[in-house]
């Protein structure tokens, strides 16, 4: 069954640095989506991504996709404390509809 | 901007109890889903539901398990006899049939003792 699986699995920085977290597959795709989600909160939908698309952008997230690599990446551009939470990549094979497989995440802490 | 409710937003149980979980999804959508997340760990996906019937389901969603649109707005996923290990926050997730992006909701915790 297809994983995804995210690195680096927890990432420090200060704010105004910007956060890179990766999250790689293992079957192929229909699209693929991030969600972050605060501690002990619901998840909230970051960015969706489609097989046939290389990179998305919505404000600060930048998300990349390398179907070649069964990769993507997810960039926060000048990060703030409020983006403290974890992250999670979870694709979908099927088309839509269908259930989606969650990664474990990166916990990002940016720090004031 | 319209959301995903869900209730209650914690439940404690005694082991062998049967619970309920409710959910609103989003007035316009036609696919429900239910994941769970153990503390801890991965978001793991356990039933869809379509057109009044499950349309696929984990291996973790056995016999125990059922889920029910009872009405036009309510989805609810029941647990007929709680174990310890089903101890975890469940989310209920939809979306219409215009986009793949599922909408979740704020989960409800779900505590076996």
């Known amino acids: 069954s297809q994983q995804g699986e995210e690195d680096p699995q927890a990432l420090s920085i200060q704010e105004g640095e910007n956060a890179t977290m990766n999250c790689s597959y293992k079957?192929?795709?229909?699209?693929l989506q991030w969600y972050r989600q605060n501690s002990g909160r619901g998840l909230v939908h970051l960015i969706l991504?489609?097989?046939?698309?290389r990179e998305k952008h919505s404000g600060r997230l930048r998300v990349t996709l390398d179907t070649s690599k069964k990769s993507s990446s997810l960039l926060i551009t000048a990060s703030r404390a409020a983006d403290t939470a974890s992250y999670f990549c979870a694709t979908d094979a099927s088309g839509g509809y269908n259930k989606l497989i969650f990664g474990a995440g990166t916990r990002l802490a940016v720090h004031p | 901007e319209p959301e995903v409710t869900q209730t209650p937003s914690h439940q404690v149980t005694q082991m062998g109890q049967e619970v309920i979980l409710r959910c609103v999804p989003i007035s316009n959508h036609l696919y429900f889903y239910w994941y769970r997340q153990i503390l801890g760990q991965k978001v793991e996906f356990l039933v869809s539901f379509y057109n009044n019937e499950i349309s696929e389901k984990s291996e973790i969603f056995d016999d125990q398990f059922s889920v029910e649109r009872p009405d036009g707005s309510n989805f609810t996923l029941k647990i007929r006899s709680t174990k310890l290990e089903d101890s975890a926050m469940y989310f209920c997730?939809?979306?219409?049939?215009?986009?793949?992006?599922?909408?979740f909701g704020p989960g409800t915790r779900l505590t076996v003792l």
């Open positions: 991504i489609r097989s046939n698309e």
């Open positions: 079957t192929s795709i229909n699209n």
């Open positions: 997730a939809s979306n219409p049939v215009s986009t793949d992006t599922q909408y």
